[in-house]
Protein backbone atom coordinates (compact mmCIF):
# COMPACT_ATOMS: atom_id res chain seq x y z
CA UNK A 1 0.00 0.00 0.00
CA UNK A 2 0.95 3.66 -0.99
CA UNK A 3 0.98 6.75 1.48
CA UNK A 4 1.32 10.07 0.81
CA UNK A 5 2.64 12.34 3.83
CA UNK A 6 4.33 16.01 2.46
CA UNK A 7 4.02 15.33 -1.10
CA UNK A 8 5.89 12.04 -0.50
CA UNK A 9 5.13 8.81 -0.85
CA UNK A 10 5.72 5.99 1.20
CA UNK A 11 5.44 2.47 0.90
CA UNK A 12 3.73 -0.04 3.79
CA UNK A 13 6.69 -2.55 4.64
CA UNK A 14 5.39 -5.86 4.22
CA UNK A 15 7.44 -8.12 6.58
CA UNK A 16 4.32 -8.24 8.57
CA UNK A 17 5.59 -10.51 11.32
CA UNK A 18 8.11 -8.10 12.23
CA UNK A 19 5.74 -5.34 12.10
CA UNK A 20 3.87 -7.29 14.55
CA UNK A 21 6.31 -8.16 16.92
CA UNK A 22 7.26 -4.01 17.05
CA UNK A 23 3.46 -3.37 17.64
CA UNK A 24 2.97 -6.67 19.99
CA UNK A 25 3.11 -4.00 23.06
CA UNK A 26 0.69 -1.92 21.63
CA UNK A 27 -1.90 -4.64 20.55
CA UNK A 28 -1.63 -6.11 23.89
CA UNK A 29 -2.51 -3.16 25.66
CA UNK A 30 -5.25 -2.15 23.41
CA UNK A 31 -6.60 -5.63 23.98
CA UNK A 32 -6.35 -4.69 27.83
CA UNK A 33 -7.51 -1.28 27.47
CA UNK A 34 -10.83 -2.81 25.25
CA UNK A 35 -11.84 -5.44 28.11
CA UNK A 36 -11.71 -3.00 31.00
CA UNK A 37 -13.75 -0.71 29.14
CA UNK A 38 -16.07 -2.47 27.57
CA UNK A 39 -16.48 -5.09 30.10
CA UNK A 40 -19.31 -3.31 32.15
CA UNK A 41 -21.57 -2.52 28.86
CA UNK A 42 -24.76 -4.54 28.59
CA UNK A 43 -24.17 -6.45 25.37
CA UNK A 44 -26.45 -8.85 26.01
CA UNK A 45 -29.13 -8.32 23.31
CA UNK A 46 -26.25 -8.53 20.70
CA UNK A 47 -25.10 -11.91 22.57
CA UNK A 48 -28.89 -13.25 22.22
CA UNK A 49 -29.12 -12.44 18.69
CA UNK A 50 -25.18 -13.90 17.87
CA UNK A 51 -26.51 -16.96 20.17
CA UNK A 52 -29.67 -17.82 17.83
CA UNK A 53 -28.00 -17.01 14.60
CA UNK A 54 -25.63 -19.42 15.63
CA UNK A 55 -27.82 -22.28 16.81
CA UNK A 56 -30.09 -21.23 13.23
CA UNK A 57 -26.82 -22.18 11.13
CA UNK A 58 -25.83 -25.20 13.17
CA UNK A 59 -29.53 -26.53 12.54
CA UNK A 60 -29.57 -25.80 8.77
CA UNK A 61 -26.08 -27.90 8.98
CA UNK A 62 -27.23 -30.11 10.40
CA UNK A 63 -30.63 -31.05 8.03
CA UNK A 64 -28.05 -30.48 5.06
CA UNK A 65 -25.78 -32.79 6.37
CA UNK A 66 -29.25 -35.83 7.00
CA UNK A 67 -30.24 -34.63 3.19
CA UNK A 68 -33.40 -32.75 4.82
CA UNK A 69 -35.40 -29.59 3.87
CA UNK A 70 -33.98 -27.13 5.24
CA UNK A 71 -35.94 -23.76 3.35
CA UNK A 72 -38.25 -22.90 6.78
CA UNK A 73 -34.71 -22.79 9.02
CA UNK A 74 -32.65 -20.89 5.99
CA UNK A 75 -36.31 -18.04 5.74
CA UNK A 76 -35.80 -17.83 9.77
CA UNK A 77 -32.45 -17.47 9.67
CA UNK A 78 -32.74 -14.56 7.01
CA UNK A 79 -35.30 -12.66 8.96
CA UNK A 80 -33.39 -13.50 12.41
CA UNK A 81 -30.50 -11.61 10.69
CA UNK A 82 -32.48 -8.66 8.97
CA UNK A 83 -34.14 -8.08 12.59
CA UNK A 84 -30.66 -8.07 13.74
CA UNK A 85 -28.98 -5.72 11.82
CA UNK A 86 -31.91 -3.17 11.73
CA UNK A 87 -32.57 -3.16 15.64
CA UNK A 88 -32.01 -0.04 16.75
CA UNK A 89 -30.50 -0.61 20.54
CA UNK A 90 -28.40 -2.82 18.33
CA UNK A 91 -27.43 -0.14 16.05
CA UNK A 92 -26.66 2.30 19.10
CA UNK A 93 -24.79 -0.57 21.01
CA UNK A 94 -22.89 -1.31 18.02
CA UNK A 95 -22.14 2.56 17.24
CA UNK A 96 -21.48 2.90 20.96
CA UNK A 97 -18.26 0.37 20.74
CA UNK A 98 -17.15 1.34 17.82
CA UNK A 99 -16.37 4.62 19.25
CA UNK A 100 -15.26 3.33 22.55
CA UNK A 101 -12.66 1.43 20.52
CA UNK A 102 -11.61 4.39 18.38
CA UNK A 103 -10.71 6.08 21.05
CA UNK A 104 -8.98 3.61 22.88
CA UNK A 105 -6.49 3.32 19.50
CA UNK A 106 -6.45 7.35 19.10
CA UNK A 107 -5.30 7.51 23.17
CA UNK A 108 -2.17 4.29 22.17
CA UNK A 109 -0.94 5.30 19.08
CA UNK A 110 -1.11 9.31 20.33
CA UNK A 111 -0.40 9.31 24.07
CA UNK A 112 3.08 7.39 23.53
CA UNK A 113 5.30 9.96 21.15
CA UNK A 114 8.39 7.77 21.40
CA UNK A 115 6.37 4.30 20.36
CA UNK A 116 4.85 6.80 17.18
CA UNK A 117 8.09 7.57 16.24
CA UNK A 118 9.17 4.13 16.22
CA UNK A 119 6.13 2.77 14.63
CA UNK A 120 6.28 4.92 11.73
CA UNK A 121 9.85 4.29 10.73
CA UNK A 122 9.07 0.77 11.07
CA UNK A 123 6.27 0.44 9.03
CA UNK A 124 6.67 2.29 5.91
CA UNK A 125 9.72 2.87 3.55
CA UNK A 126 10.71 6.45 2.21
CA UNK A 127 11.67 9.26 3.64
CA UNK A 128 10.83 8.65 7.10
CA UNK A 129 13.65 12.29 8.23
CA UNK A 130 10.72 14.33 6.58
CA UNK A 131 7.77 12.84 9.80
CA UNK A 132 6.93 16.16 12.44
CA UNK A 133 5.42 13.78 14.77
CA UNK A 134 3.47 17.13 16.26
CA UNK A 135 1.78 17.81 12.79
CA UNK A 136 -2.20 16.70 12.46
CA UNK A 137 -1.66 15.78 8.79
CA UNK A 138 1.27 13.39 10.03
CA UNK A 139 -0.78 12.01 12.59
CA UNK A 140 -3.61 11.32 9.90
CA UNK A 141 -1.15 9.82 7.99
CA UNK A 142 0.09 7.55 10.46
CA UNK A 143 -2.88 6.44 11.55
CA UNK A 144 -3.93 5.37 8.39
CA UNK A 145 -0.55 3.56 8.34
CA UNK A 146 -1.20 1.45 11.36
CA UNK A 147 -5.05 1.07 10.99
CA UNK A 148 -4.64 -0.27 7.59
CA UNK A 149 -1.35 -2.45 9.14
CA UNK A 150 -4.02 -4.13 11.99
CA UNK A 151 -6.74 -4.90 9.10
CA UNK A 152 -3.71 -6.36 6.95
CA UNK A 153 -3.10 -8.73 9.99
CA UNK A 154 -7.03 -9.29 10.75
CA UNK A 155 -7.81 -10.48 7.48
CA UNK A 156 -4.99 -11.79 5.55
CA UNK A 157 -5.04 -12.51 1.86
CA UNK A 158 -5.11 -15.57 0.69
CA UNK A 159 -2.69 -16.07 -2.46
Do not use: H, W
Not at 88 to 94: A, K, R, S
Amino acid sequence: MEYTYKDKVFTAKTDNLKLYRLLFPLIDKYNTLKFLKLKEIDRSIIFGYQKKIALLKRDIARATERKEDSKKLTAELYKLEDEFSCDPEVIELNAYISSVQESIFRELLFDDNEMLKKMSVELVEGETEIFDYEDAEFLVFIGKVVGDFFLTMRNPRTT
